[in-house]
């Protein structure tokens, strides 16, 4: 069974920084495109930040050069560091594994950016 279990949300002021983590459990990571995704209020969800199984990234427009994403094997986790956060990254964050056979999703964490 595919497990996603997301951590390091909260609360955070703009130009703030926070690391959200995804521990996935049945998956191998090169058989798998891996992805953060964000929806905030009233907004469709959207892609954040993507990771291939050969380690390929792409990143929104909108995060470019704050974001990263990468992988951990040794301990099948994902991660997503946040940087110079602004209001307008307001959102639940969630975590997504996908492959030919089956499209998985964690629970979404709140990242509230705001003073």
């Known amino acids: 069974q595919v497990q996603l279990v997301e951590s390091g949300g909260g609360l955070v002021q703009p130009g703030g920084s926070l690391r959200l983590s995804c521990a996935a459990s049945g998956i191998i990571f090169s058989s798998n495109t891996m992805g953060w995704y964000r929806q905030a209020p009233g907004k469709q969800r959207e892609l954040v930040a993507l990771i291939t199984g050969g380690g390929f990234t792409n990143y929104a427009d909108s995060v470019k050069g704050r974001f990263t994403i990468s992988r951990d094997s040794t301990k099948n986790t994902m991660y997503l560091q946040m940087n110079s956060l602004i209001a307008e990254d307001t959102a639940v964050y969630y975590c997504?594994?996908?492959?030919?056979?089956?499209?998985?999703w964690g629970q979404g964490t709140q990242v509230t950016v705001s003073s």
């Open positions: 997504n594994a996908r492959n030919t056979l089956r499209n998985s």
